[in-house]
């Protein structure tokens, strides 16, 4: 199979690229949320345990986490375009799989399959998009990838509840089916290795892949199952936490020391891109932290059913979809940096609104932060992508956009863990807090001891079960304005994360791009004949931009 493009394939039109490979990357960002509220039902058709089920979802993400990082090696090894069409292959035919799994421990094994698959198509879309597009319309570029890893993680829980609670489970593996194969048919025919691509002959680093899988399998464990298990107090969370160190640790050494590292940590020696890195990790915490917050916020104290939970979250995608286009556009034309400083300030007021929630919400005092938060993460994803990655060179973009893919679903992560160990440590503490005060000698305890009790009398309990229900309801009300609490600190730490974030934007070095080159038709194919500067490559893509 010959990848390299001849002339006519060089003319395809940018915008074509970006949808054959974005349509795939955006079923496998859908995958790591759409079965999240499926989890119940997938364990009960399958005779297991809801604990047991959720290593549907953790499966998944440990394979992501240790293909991730290697996806630019493995494209310079294999030649990106057929790893690009082997990832599709795989993530389609897993998805079939899964769905056709009749035992839990089949569909586990499907999903990892299924993570590995699709864990390299996020960094190589990435990469393909910033090299199709000239760097002139990097922010457009990465306005189409925004939209990828803004909308579907948010569009996950509502498709899979609404499709849980009308079909069944099976048909949210069963989805990626037509998605897949018009997206293979479409990249074959449209997506192609540019020049300076070539399989490497260089020899396989087998312990770096090995610690790598060793340190971020565990890590994801650890992390996943880290509150359900008591953190430190278990001896399987130990385990994972000491074998994610090592691995970590050891990995970092041994690519440093690696004349042919699978992940190539010297490109964090760019202070754009190692800065780019820090923030991405950060956003990833918040973005993550606070799609799993307000789905427990709704369901918990609200009394939301899932798929509405699901649902109020839509406004967020709405102000994505509205947004990133703008914030494209308007990457190209001023300073990303004044983009990020305004998209960092909008984050904190919609952290700000969040925090002043009560139990008494509406659905309007939730719609109008998730519409600004929406917009907000546009003006901050497309330029901090296109400014992370303006100082890279094509031929190490893939590796780049591997480490900056891995480290905001690390972020993520780790917004999840913290978060959700945050609200149950901190709603015991303002439970404690309140059980204080409320006490047989309080005043306005008593009134209401003896309201309740009389309420219930008032429905044929006797005495005694009225005055137990009447405390009851009363230890009810404690905890869930405990919960409340919890929840307003969670989105206070938030707000002063995005504030903290403000300074580190000015080390993103920013230069203005040149006016588009024009250059004669007779002129248009020599570079790809004989790539031998920089200068012309760069041609070559403001070539195929315009075309």
């Not at 440990?62 to 090894?77: D, E, K, M, R, T």
């Not at 993680?153 to 018009?182: A, E, R």
């Not at 359900?228 to 001896?235: A, E, F, G, I, V």
């Not at 919609?350 to 917009?375: C, E, H, K």
């Amino acid at each position: 199979m010959n990848d390299r493009p001849s002339d006519a394939h060089l003319r395809v039109n940018p915008w074509i690229v970006a949808i054959s490979v974005m349509l795939a990357t955006f079923m496998e960002i859908l995958d790591t949320t759409v079965v999240n509220v499926s989890i119940p039902h997938i364990a009960g058709s399958l005779a297991s345990t809801v604990e047991e089920g959720t290593w549907v979802v953790t499966s998944y993400l440990v394979a992501n986490a240790i293909i991730l990082p290697i996806s630019g090696w493995l494209a310079n090894y294999m030649g990106r375009r057929r790893l690009l069409l082997t990832c599709v292959t795989g993530f389609t035919v897993t998805s079939l799989c899964c769905g056709l799994a009749t035992s839990l421990p089949w569909l586990i094994f499907f999903r990892v399959l299924q993570g590995l698959s699709g864990g390299g198509l996020q960094p190589l879309a990435q990469a393909i998009l910033l090299e199709t597009f000239p760097r002139q319309k990097h922010g457009q570029a990465m306005a189409v990838y925004g939209i990828g890893i803004l909308f579907a993680p948010i569009l996950g829980p509502t498709l899979g509840g609404w499709i849980t609670d009308n079909y069944s489970w099976q048909w949210i593996f069963y989805l990626n089916l037509p998605v897949g194969i018009f997206s293979l048919i479409m990249m074959s025919r449209f997506v192609f290795d540019p020049p300076y691509i070539k399989r490497s002959a260089a020899r396989i680093d087998i312990w770096g892949i090995g610690f790598l899988a060793l340190g971020l399998g565990a890590l994801q464990i650890f992390l996943d199952t880290g509150q359900r298990k008591d953190w430190l107090s278990s001896n399987y969370i130990r385990f994972f936490a000491v074998a994610a160190a090592f691995g970590l640790i050891a990995l970092v050494v041994r690519e440093l020391h690696s004349k042919d590292p699978v992940v190539d940590l010297r490109a964090l020696r760019n202070r754009s891109f190692s800065a780019g890195v820090f923030l991405i990790s950060l956003l990833g915490f918040v973005l993550y932290a606070s799609l799993v917050l307000l789905p427990i916020y709704l369901q918990t104290l609200l009394g939301y059913p899932a798929y509405n939970a699901g649902l109020a979250l839509s406004p967020r995608g709405i102000g994505a979809l509205a947004f990133t286009p703008i914030a494209g556009q308007l990457t190209s034309k001023t300073d990303p940096r004044r983009l990020l400083v305004c998209g960092f300030s909008l984050g904190a007021i919609t952290m700000f609104q969040l925090s002043r929630l009560n139990l008494n919400a509406g659905y309007w005092d939730i719609f109008w932060p998730q519409v600004l938060q929406g917009a907000a993460l546009s003006f901050l994803f497309i330029p901090l992508m296109a400014l992370s990655m303006s100082g890279i060179s094509k031929e190490k973009m893939g590796n780049a956009t591997s480490i900056f893919n891995l480290m905001r679903n690390i972020g993520g992560s780790v917004g999840i863990a913290l978060m959700t160990t945050f609200l149950a440590r901190r709603s015991q503490f303002h439970q404690s807090r309140l059980i204080e005060r409320v006490t047989s000698t309080n005043f306005p305890t008593q009134n209401l001891l003896k309201g309740l009790t009389s309420y219930f009398r008032s429905k044929g309990f006797d005495s005694a079960t009225a005055s137990r229900k009447a405390l009851g309801s009363i230890y009810g009300l404690v905890q869930r304005h405990a919960s409340m609490l919890s929840f307003v600190e969670a989105f206070w730490i938030m707000c002063g994360l995005f504030l903290a974030m403000i300074p580190f934007v000015f080390l993103l070095r920013y230069k203005r791009p040149t006016p588009l080159s024009v250059t004669p038709p007779e002129k248009q194919f020599t570079a790809h004949a004989h790539p031998t500067t920089e200068h012309e490559e760069e041609e070559d893509l403001v070539l195929i931009g315009d075309d």
